[in-house]
DNA sequence: TTTTTGCATTTTGCATGCAAAAATCCGATT
DNA sequence: AATCGGATTTTTGCATGCAAAATGCAAAAA
């Protein structure tokens, strides 16, 4: 007998938290903003039941903030926790390097390689949104290649919050020049499958990240 | 005026996650068991709504296992994922050791050297279950002790699940002695501020643990 | 005897109802 | 004009209702 693709039936609640992790990503619900149950449902034309258990879960995510009899709210955005979590990444996508180094297949290489050539002729382009999301693939087909299904959930997690910040937005050109250059190092080092190396790159990459989306915190305070 | 606690009204689902995730670990809900939405609101005395809204996000969490429309079960204990969760956990241990010879004041080092103290005693005294749960408030300490409350989050997640494994049960005599050991010198490194050592402590000794576990896991099976 | 099919029961997923808490409004009072 | 108090409306938290899906089981067919 042939293998069939099961007919796929998503509960309405992880429709709702896609939905819902996006809009907020996008900052079409702002951070602080309060989620009116009667609106969202209104909106996504489905009951308060799912929605609920949708912004339970985003909580845990950490991108909702719940109050108590008192509903809901997009979290804030903290300059402080931002950089916590960045800092959290950092420590992932070093051991996340230090795995694929070891077991990644020379196929999932190459097919970083790839992205990673888009992605420089996005910067030579100029065009920045297009960039964003190469970088953003690369960095998460890194931790893929891992091969630590956990480690991917965990940082894939603590990814979203980042996201929201957009400092993408406020990247300076020569922000963005290095950028590009450290990316270059960083699939020399995973190509030549030198731990070492790759473990220092991808934690220099973030931190430098970091140092980028804290001035420009700064300069919008 | 003085301080008073609020009079506390935690949400049912927030009570539920706690029971939930306590029985779990208890193995009172044991690994791959259905869990039946009437009778847990029978034993909790609770609604279904937000015993529901329980369910998900300890699935969020990896302690129990979606199955779509046919409920949830608690998460089987699969010993590939055991081993990831603990290499990440040791990434996230080392960067908070990191952390903490940086940042944590000199009492809390002390408070972990008390908790360690009483977990020697404890070990001289054979009385594994005290010392096991020793062991944790140590390692929660240090995490803790980093400052980085979002590491702090991430680290207690994971940590859940190693939890469920109770290798605590099948810790062979040399690795307590191995395990009392490596805990002393990983204090010595904390309270000399020495980041490098510490680091390679920390991970050193969780992948002791993970070989530990492994090994029993191979007993077992 | 084993497999398949139809039916009854159970369980789940989602919608809705209800009471309590919070927010809002609005006039009275200072 | 600002503030307070109280009633009214809105919103939330939880319980329950209902239809669809899954499960169990016995009878029929192979």
Not at 97 to 118: D, F
Not at 176 to 196: F, G, N, S, T, Y
Request: charged share 25%; glycine share 4%.
């Amino acid at each position: 007998m042939q293998a069939i693709s099961p007919i796929s039936r998503r509960p309405l609640h992880e429709e709702a938290v896609d939905r819902m992790r996006d809009l907020i990503i996008q900052g079409q619900l702002a951070p602080g903003s309060r989620l009116n149950e009667r609106l969202l449902c209104e909106r996504l034309r489905i009951s308060r039941t799912p929605l609920r258990e949708a912004i339970k879960l985003l909580a845990s995510e950490g991108l909702v903030t719940l109050l108590p009899n008192r509903g809901a709210q997009v979290a804030p955005l903290e300059q402080g926790r931002l950089a916590e979590t960045l800092e959290v990444m950092a420590a992932l996508e070093a051991l996340a390097g230090e795995l694929a180094c070891r077991n990644a297949t020379a196929e999932r290489i190459a097919e970083i390689r790839a992205l990673h050539e888009e992605m420089v002729e996005m910067h030579a382009r100029g065009d920045l949104v297009s960039y964003f999301r190469y970088n953003q693939a690369i960095h998460l087909k890194i931790v893929e290649a891992s091969g630590n299904a956990t480690l991917g959930n965990t940082y894939r997690q603590l990814n979203a919050n980042v996201l929201r910040a957009r400092y993408m937005a406020n990247l300076s050109r020569e922000r963005w020049d290095e950028a590009v250059r450290e990316h270059a190092q960083i699939l020399a080092a995973l190509e030549a499958r030198d731990v070492a190396r790759l473990r220092r790159l991808l934690h220099d990459h973030l931190a430098h990240k970091l140092a980028s989306v804290s001035q420009a915190a700064v300069r919008a305070a």
